[in-house]
C-alpha cells in the first residue's frame, strides 16, 4: 500500500526498484508476445506468461499479477481468477526446497499418506506451507508418470523412489543449500 | 535436406538404410521412468566402456523412450543389427562389461534376461504365444531414439501422412477412419472417425485440432510414454487430421507435470517444421500445417475437452454444456477436434495398413488394442498393450505377473477416479469399452490400480472423492457440494464413525450427483463410492458395525501392541521413525500409543511376530 502524501509508485516501478533483474526478464518476455488491442486473444497468452512468471519469481506477487493486466489489458481480478483456479500457480512465496510428495492413486495405496504425514511432522509444517526458514516447501503433486517407483518424492528436479517414512529425514538431511 | 515431395521421402529413408551401419545397438529406456530410476548413469557408463574398450565399431549406444517394463528399470537392451535381441533389467554399472562381452547372440554369464513377450502385428504375421503384447500405439517406444526424426523414418515415419496428401481426398480420410472403427481412447470410446466427419462437414474457414496431452488420471502414464517415445507418430497424427477436416494449426494441450515430454515434443516440432514435414506445402500437395504447444497447469477437470478449450483460450478451465461439440464450436468458437494422446498414435498404423488390417486385432465393437497402464500391488508396474477383448486375467497374472509379494488379489480399479472397481469374479470378463461399463466401470484412459489384501476399500473411495473435491472446478452444484458430503461420510466410517443410515446415504447422494452434474467429472465420480459399495459391502459393515478395518489400513481403527513373544532385541525401536517404542534390552518392549503413528514399520522389522495390530 502507498501513503496518499507521498507519489504514488506503479507496479512496475516497486518491482524495477525490489527486483531489477527478474522484472527485466519478465518484461523481455512480455514485449516478445504479439499482444493486440484485442482482449480475447491477449488472453490466449496470460498462462503462458504466469509459467513463465512464476519460474523467474518462484511464486505470483500482485505486483507480477498487475503487470500482466496492464500489458495484457485484462483485468486484476480475471488475472487472480485463473491463478486461484490452477493448482500450479501461487501468488505465495515457498521454500526453496519444495518436496513434492506424489499421491497418486499409485503412490496412495502404496502408503505414500503415511511419508506425507512423516514429512509434516519433521519439518513442523503442514501440507501447502513453507517452514519459517523459507528452507522447504511440502507439497503434493498427483501423479510425475512414475508410478513404478511408488512411492514417489521430488524434492526440486530430484526423485525419490520407494519412500518410507523411515527415510524421510535422510531425505531432508540430503537439501543443502 | 527438405522433404518437398512423397518421392523425397523415399529417396531420404533409402539413403538412411544404406548408411545403416550393423552395429549392435545397447539400447537404455531414459524416459521419466527409467532416468528415475538411474538410467542415464548406466547410459553414460556404457559409452565410457565402449569408447575405453575400443569397441565403437561394433556397439552404439541408444537413448530410447520407455518400453514399458518400467518395474525393473534402469533397462538396457542388447539388439543386433538383424534383430535379436536380450534385455536386462535392474541393471548396475558392475554388470556391464558382462553384458558387453555377451553381445546380442547369448546372454551375460550369471545374468538373467528378461522374459518378455511383445508381438508387432506390423512387422510379424502372428504372435508365437497365446497371451502376448500387441503394440500398435506402443509400436516404436522403446525403441526408437526419439530425440532423432531419422529413427522415425526408419519405422515408415511420415510414410502415412504422403500416402494421405498423395492418394486420398479428406473425406475419404474420414470415411477410412469410420472403417477402422478406432475409437477416443481418452475415456469416451466415441468414433473417431465419425468426429473427424463432423468437423470436416462444417463450413470452410478456421478449424482446429487439439491432442489432448494432460493425462489427468493419477496413475495412468501411457500418453506420457508415447510422447517420450514417439512423439513425432503424434505429430503425424495430426497433420492427417488436419487435412481430413480442413485445418492448418494443431495445438497440443500438455500438462507441465510432465517436463521430459514438453522437451521432446518441442525438438520434434522443431524437426519436422526443418524437414518440410510441418509448414507450407507439405509434399507439395498445397496443405500447410503448424503445430504449437500449449500447457496446463494442474487441474484435472481441464483433461476435459470443454475445459480444455477454456484453458487454452487463457481462462478459468471450466467445462460448458455439451452439445454444441467442439467440432461444431470449439476453440474461439471455431470447429474443434480433441483426440487423446493415444487415440493419435493409432492413427498413422491405421493408414499404412489400411482399415481392414485394424479392424482384424480387437472385438467388432472395439477393434485394435489398448495400452493399460499397471500400477499398485501388482508385480510387473508398467504398461502394456493387448488387443481388446483380452481377458482381466491374462493381464494381471500372464503380463502383469500376478501380484507382488505373493499376496491375494483383491480388486482392480479401472478408469481412474471416475471408473469403478472389479474383483476377482470379473478375471474372466473380456475387456471392453462395453463390458466394463455393464459392470459398473469405465475403460477410462486405461489406468488400472492393482488391490491386493491389505487394501481398505472404504479408505480407496475415501482417497477418490477426496481426489474428486480437490478437483471439482466448482461450476455445478452436485458436484462441488454433492462430492464434498459423500466425502465427509466417507472419512467418518473410515474414522471409526460412521453410522448405519450412511450406508443408503452414500448410495442416494452417490446416484444424484451421477444424474445430475453438470460435466463427465460430476457424472462420474460417485463411480468408485458406487462400485466398492457393491462388490465389498461387508468392509464398509465391519467399519461401521465393528469399528475395525479388515485390511488395517485406516489408522483410526489400529493399534499397534507388543506381545510377549518379544525378547527385547529393539529393532522395532530403531526403526521406529517417531520413537515411541520403549524398552530395556532383553525385556519386552513397549509402545507409546499417543506417539505411534501407525506407520507399521515395527511390525515390518519385528522377527519374532511379537507386533499385534488389531
Ligand atoms: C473429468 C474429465 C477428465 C478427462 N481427462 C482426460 C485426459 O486427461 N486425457 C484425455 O485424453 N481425455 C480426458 N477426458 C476425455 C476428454 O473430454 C475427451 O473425451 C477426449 O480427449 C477425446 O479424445 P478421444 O476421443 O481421442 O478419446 C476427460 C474427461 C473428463 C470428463
Ligand atoms: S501415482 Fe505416484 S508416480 Fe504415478
Not at chain 2, 454444441?324 to 476453440?331: D, I, M, S, W
Amino acid at each position: 500500500m502507498t501513503c496518499c502524501c507521498e507519489k504514488t509508485e506503479s507496479a512496475l516501478e516497486k518491482l524495477s526498484r525490489l527486483e531489477p533483474e527478474k522484472t527485466a526478464s519478465l518484461n523481455a518476455f512480455l514485449d516478445q508476445l504479439p499482444i493486440g488491442k484485442d482482449v480475447e486473444s491477449n488472453r490466449a497468452h496470460l498462462i503462458v506468461a504466469l509459467h513463465q512468471a512464476q519460474g523467474i519469481f518462484g511464486y505470483l506477487p500482485s505486483e507480477v499479477q498487475q503487470i500482466i493486466a496492464e500489458r495484457l489489458k485484462l483485468t486484476r481480478s480475471e488475472i487472480y481468477g485463473v491463478i486461484s483456479f490452477y493448482s500450479y500457480f501461487t501468488d505465495q512465496p515457498i521454500g526453496r526446497f519444495k518436496i513434492n510428495v506424489c499421491c497418486g492413486t499409485a503412490c496412495f495405496v502404496k502408503g505414500a499418506n503415511l511419508v506425507v504425514e512423516q514429512f509434516s511432522r519433521e519439518l513442523k509444517i503442514k501440507e501447502g506451507e513453507t517452514s519459517a526458514d523459507g528452507r522447504f516447501f511440502l507439497g503434493v503433486l498427483r501423479c510425475v508418470g512414475a508410478c513404478s517407483l511408488a512411492p514417489v518424492v521430488m524434492v526440486n528436479e530430484r526423485v525419490y523412489g520407494n519412500v518410507t517414512p523411515a527415510m524421510v529425514s535422510k531425505i531432508i538431511a540430503d537439501c543443502k543449500d | 535436406m527438405k522433404i518437398k515431395k512423397p518421392s523425397d521421402l523415399t529417396a531420404k529413408v533409402a539413403e538412411l538404410r544404406a548408411g545403416l551401419s550393423g552395429k549392435t545397438r545397447l539400447q537404455v529406456s531414459l524416459g521419466t521412468c527409467g532416468i528415475a530410476a538411474g538410467g542415464s548413469p548406466i547410459a553414460a557408463a556404457l559409452r565410457k566402456h565402449i569408447a575405453e574398450q575400443g569397441l565403437e565399431k561394433k556397439f552404439e549406444v541408444v537413448d530410447v523412450g520407455c518400453l514399458g517394463l518400467c518395474y525393473c528399470e534402469p533397462m538396457v537392451e542388447v539388439k543386433s543389427a538383424k534383430g535379436k535381441s536380450i534385455i536386462y533389467g535392474h541393471v548396475s554399472e558392475e554388470q556391464i562389461p558382462a553384458i558387453v562381452a555377451a553381445g546380442a547372440s547369448k546372454t551375460a554369464e550369471g545374468l538373467e534376461a528378461l522374459k518378455t513377450s511383445l508381438y508387432y502385428p506390423e512387422e510379424q504375421a502372428k504372435p508365437k504365444k497365446k497371451v502376448v503384447q500387441t503394440r500398435i500405439a506402443l509400436r516404436n517406444s522403446g525403441r526408437i531414439n526419439p530425440e532423432k526424426l531419422e529413427d522415425y523414418l526408419l519405422q515408415d515415419g511420415y510414410q502415412a501422412l504422403a500416402k494421405v496428401l498423395s492418394d486420398m481426398k479428406p473425406a475419404q480420410v474420414c470415411d477410412e477412419l469410420v472403417e477402422s472403427g478406432l475409437r477416443g481412447r481418452g475415456g469416451g470410446g466415441f468414433p473417431t472417425g465419425k468426429k473427424w466427419q463432423f468437423a470436416a462437414a462444417q463450413p470452410k474457414g478456421q478449424k482446429y485440432i487439439i491432442c489432448n496431452a494432460d493425462e489427468g488420471d493419477p496413475g495412468a502414464f501411457m500418453d506420457r510414454a508415447v510422447l517420450e517415445g514417439d512423439p513425432h507418430a503424434v505429430l503425424e497424427a495430426m497433420a492427417i487430421g488436419g487435412y481430413a477436416i480442413g485445418s492448418d494449426t494443431g495445438l497440443i494441450y500438455i500438462r507441465a507435470e510432465y517436463p521430459l515430454a514438453i522437451a521432446r515434443l518441442k525438438k520434434a516440432i522443431e524437426q519436422a517444421t526443418a524437414a518440410g514435414l510441418l509448414g507450407k506445402n507439405i509434399f507439395g500437395s498445397g496443405f500447410d500445417f503448424n503445430i504449437e504447444l500449449k500447457y496446463g497447469a494442474g487441474a484435472f477437470v481441464c483433461g476435459e475437452e470443454t475445459a480444455l478449450i477454456h484453458s487454452i483460450e487463457g481462462k478459468r478451465g471450466e467445462p460448458t454444456f455439451k452439445p454444441p461439440f467442439p467440432a461444431v464450436r470449439g476453440l474461439w468458437g471455431k470447429p474443434t477436434i480433441v483426440n487423446n494422446v493415444e487415440t493419435l498414435a493409432n492413427i498413422p498404423a491405421i493408414f499404412r495398413q489400411g482399415a481392414a488390417w485394424f479392424k482384424s486385432i480387437g472385438t467388432p465393437g472395439s477393434p485394435g488394442s489398448k495400452v493399460f497402464a499397471l500400477a499398485g500391488k501388482i508385480s510387473n508396474v508398467g504398461l502394456v498393450e493387448v488387443p481388446m477383448g483380452i481377458k482381466l486375467r491374462d493381464i494381471i497374472f500372464e503380463l502383469g505377473g500376478g501380484i507382488a509379494n505373493g499376496r491375494e488379489f483383491k480388486a482392480v480399479q479401472t478408469g481412474g477416479p471416475s471408473g469403478g472397481c472389479l474383483t476377482a469374479k470379473n478375471l474372466d470378463t473380456a475387456i471392453d469399452y462395453e463390458s466394463l461399463k455393464a459392470l459398473g466401470s469405465m475403460m477410462g484412459s486405461g489406468g488400472m490400480i492393482i488391490m491386493d489384501e491389505d487394501t481398505c476399500m472404504v479408505n480407496i473411495a475415501r482417497f477418490f472423492l477426496e481426489f474428486t473435491v480437490d478437483e471439482s472446478c466448482g461450476k455445478c452444484t452436485p458436484c462441488r457440494i454433492g462430492n464434498k458430503r459423500l466425502f465427509e461420510i466417507l472419512d467418518k466410517i473410515c474414522a471409526g464413525q460412521g453410522t448405519p443410515e450412511m450406508l443408503d446415504q452414500l448410495e442416494e447422494l452417490g446416484n444424484v450427483i451421477k444424474d445430475t452434474s453438470l460435466c463427465g467429472l460430476g457424472q462420474t465420480s460417485p463411480n468408485p463410492v458406487l462400485s466398492t459399495l457393491k462388490n465389498f459391502p461387508e468392509e464398509y459393515k465391519a467399519h461401521i458395525f465393528e469399528h475395525r478395518c479388515p485390511a488395517a489400513v485406516c489408522t483410526s481403527l489400529l493399534n499397534y501392541t507388543i506381545n510377549e513373544n518379544c525378547i527385547g532385541c529393539g529393532i522395532c525401536a530403531r526403526n521406529c521413525p517417531v520413537n515411541c517404542i520403549s524398552g530395556l534390552p532383553k525385556t519386552r518392549h513397549h509402545i507409546d500409543q499417543s506417539k505411534c503413528i501407525k506407520c507399521g514399520a515395527c511390525m515390518r522389522s519385528c522377527k519374532f511376530a511379537a507386533i499385534d495390530r488389531k
